[in-house]
């Protein structure tokens, strides 16, 4: 085989074929997300009905938009290629673009909506934007104020972008997160990684007793099996694992733990309306009235449902009937807002109405990867969310396992959305096992709350299962409350990149109050409004 120069390497040109080949594979499977996403998201939004038709990854699509992953897909590169519909430079990078400014300003806040927070060589779901050029547009106008309310440290940081109407891509964009990097940084941690922990083991019996509620939890994906239970006790054993810290039923002490960057549980019961306990989909359903009907829902990879088809999925599961629906949902409870307005104004209750510029809350609904027992396989996904985090069980059961956001880097190197570690992985890492983990079962009325960069992983079974959490996005330079937090470190990172973020997050905050619109997705199916 003929060898190709590349970058000053000789390569075979079979390597630069297969990665070349890879690599359209890659975009081509993201062009398709975003294409049936957006069209899902448009379809639902004018009241068009979800059906069940042709799968893709098996999912739903709304008629009546074109079915099959590679029309889908293609349908929206050409709209993409003249300007149509929004797609990020890292994937199409030479386009029409109709809604590109002739001004300075205009062009650097059309830029701003490129912003990521993953390099595209670890995700482009961080975030994604379905959006078409009359959205842009409307992104654009906002950004325009947004900038001009920015503080004058935030706007010295980004005023050489705004006047040359381009933001580069270093700033746009991280830099790329790969195995190296995340090897070098797990060496540098864990040589000042403290092996002193603050709370108390959890014994075999209190494992075993939280097991079996995991496994015996009503309605189940899947049923109660010994030898299942006992391989979940066997992996649980070799982790570290502690209890965690209770507080009690109080917004100050909750706050008090948020600021302290703790991982604590409470009792939500006296802090909720009795009525928010053990509701159920339908009830959720039959409070929104007709509009239920339209309320999106979303599932993993962008698979699209309304609140309405879902909450029938569920009591037709009850009632014996046979349902084509399944797995988990989740929405912006701002979709929801007769239910969303029963809840108190957490941001109040907790006084950090000045500190947090955003509430940023959402619904998830239905089972999700199983019980507790399914990270015994090694293949379930822990993950962290770069806010801090208070999180409520109002229906169901689930579990949680954490582990503390000051381990993320001695652990995984940062990654954000790791495996959780195999029975083997822990063997040939005995670090892992040293580490202190959590894990929690959650009824009806329990709490959590946790800092940002926590690795979490949820487990429930359930289809009943309802939960609700609430994320606060920071005002400039606030709820730094760690070194360990997301926040602190990209401070410490880049200031530019920092400013960058405020200004975003003020532009879809902005974009939602002035128009109703939501194209800011993360990982696929979290609508931020």
Known sequence: ??????????????????????????????????????????????????????????????????????????????????????AHPAIIPYKLDSSQPSDAEGRFCRRVIDYLWEHPHQSMDYPQVYADSED?????????????LLGDEERGLLQKYHDSGDIPFDVLIPPSHDDGVKAQVIRESRSRSSTEWNTTSVSHEELVQLLRQSMNSGDSVFPFAEEVLQQGIEYYRKLNLR???????????????????????????PLLSKELLNITAAEIARGEGEAATRIPTWGQWSVPSTLGRFAQSIQDRENGQKTDHGGSQFSNTKRFPNFFSRFPDVMKELDIEEDALRLVSFMWMGPNMGGANHAADGKCVI??????????????????????????????????HPFCPSGQKLEEDPFLKLVPWHLVHLKPGDGI?????????????RFDRISVNFFFVPQWRKMEYSSSDWYSR??????ERLALRQLWARTLSGLYDETGKGPIFMGHKLEYL
């Open 136 to 148: 842009v547009k409307d992104w654009i106008k906002v950004c325009r104020k947004q900038y001009q």
């Open 449 to 461: 709350t946790f800092p940002g960069r926590t690795y979490h992983g949820i487990f429930s079974p």
């Open 1 to 86: 085989m003929r060898p190709c120069v590349a970058f000053g390497v000789v390569l075979p040109a079979g390597v630069i074929v297969n990665f070349a080949w890879n690599l359209a594979e890659q975009q081509s499977k993201q062009i398709g997300f975003s294409g049936v996403a957006y069209y899902t998201r448009r379809a639902i939004a004018e009241g068009i009905p979800p059906i069940y038709g042709e799968p893709w990854y098996g999912g739903v699509l709304a008629s009546p938009i074109p079915t099959g992953e590679w029309v889908s897909a293609m349908a929206f590169v050409l709209q993409a290629w003249l300007g149509k519909v929004y």
């Open 243 to 269: 209890h965690v810290k209770r507080i009690p039923s109080d917004w100050k002490e909750i706050k008090k733990a948020v600021v302290n960057s703790e991982i604590a549980t409470f009792d939500a019961t």
């Open 490 to 495: 990209e401070a410490a990172f880049s200031m």
């Open 383 to 416: 993950h962290y969310d770069e806010e801090p985090n208070v999180y409520i069980q109002l229906s169901g059961e689930q579990d949680m396992l954490l582990l503390p956001q000051e381990y993320v880097d001695s652990t995984f190197g940062g990654d954000r």
